[in-house]
C-alpha cells in the first residue's frame, strides 16, 4: 500500500502546485503549502480510505493545510497583480507570449482577483485544474449544484468585468454564450 499511495501523491503533486498557487497567489508560498501538505499526506496515510476519490482527499488536506496557515500567520491574502519575478516559470518552460495574448492574460489574472475566494476557488479547480463537478463537490465539501452555481456566478462576473456591463449584457441578448465562439448559421 505505501508504495501505491507515494506514487498517487507523486501523480497529484503538479495539481496540487497549481491549487496551491490559486489559495496563495504566491510561488514561494504555493511550494510550501504543497510540501506541508505532503507531509501531512504522508503523515496520515492510513485515514486515507482506499477505493475513494485520492484527488479530492488531496485537495481537502491542501485547503485545510492552508486554512491552518493563514490562521496561525494571521494575515490577508495577496493580490494576484503582486507575484514575483521567482513565480514565473523559466523561459525554456513555455513560449513567449505575442503582446495582445500578454494583456489579456494580465486583465483575466485581475478579473479573477476581484471575484470572491468562493468562486475564484470554483472556477480554478474546473476551469483551471480540469476536474469535475464532483470532484469540486468532495474538496469543497458542498453539493455538486452549489459548484455549478459558483462555477456560473464566476464566469458571469468574470464576463462582466473583462467585457464591461453593457457589452456582457448586448452578447447576452445577442444570445452567444461564449466570447470568441463561432456560431454556424443553419
Not at 475564484?120 to 485544474?129: K, N, Q, V
Request: hydrophobic share 40%.
Amino acid at each position: 500500500m505505501a508504495t501505491h499511495f507515494q506514487d498517487l501523491v507523486l501523480n497529484q503533486l503538479p495539481r496540487m502546485r497549481a491549487y496551491a498557487r490559486s489559495l496563495t497567489r504566491n510561488a514561494a508560498d504555493a511550494d510550501d503549502l504543497v510540501q506541508t501538505s505532503v507531509e501531512r499526506m504522508l503523515r496520515f496515510e492510513a485515514q486515507f480510505e482506499v477505493g475513494s476519490n485520492f484527488s479530492a482527499w488531496a485537495y481537502r488536506v491542501m485547503k485545510n493545510s492552508h486554512i491552518s496557515v493563514c490562521r496561525t500567520h494571521k494575515r490577508r491574502p495577496i493580490s494576484l497583480t503582486q507575484f514575483t519575478e521567482a513565480a514565473i516559470p523559466p523561459a525554456s518552460m513555455v513560449s513567449q507570449p505575442r503582446q495582445e495574448e500578454h494583456i489579456f492574460t494580465q486583465e483575466v489574472v485581475a478579473a479573477l482577483d476581484k471575484l470572491s475566494p468562493n468562486l475564484r476557488e470554483a472556477i480554478t479547480l474546473i476551469c483551471g485544474a480540469q476536474h469535475s463537478y464532483e470532484e469540486v463537490a468532495t474538496m469543497l465539501s458542498c453539493s455538486v449544484g452549489t459548484v455549478k452555481s459558483r462555477l456560473w456566478r464566476a464566469r458571469d462576473q468574470m464576463k462582466t468585468i473583462l467585457l464591461g456591463a453593457f457589452e456582457a449584457e448586448k452578447l447576452a441578448e445577442s444570445g452567444v454564450e461564449k466570447p470568441g465562439a463561432l456560431h454556424i448559421a443553419a
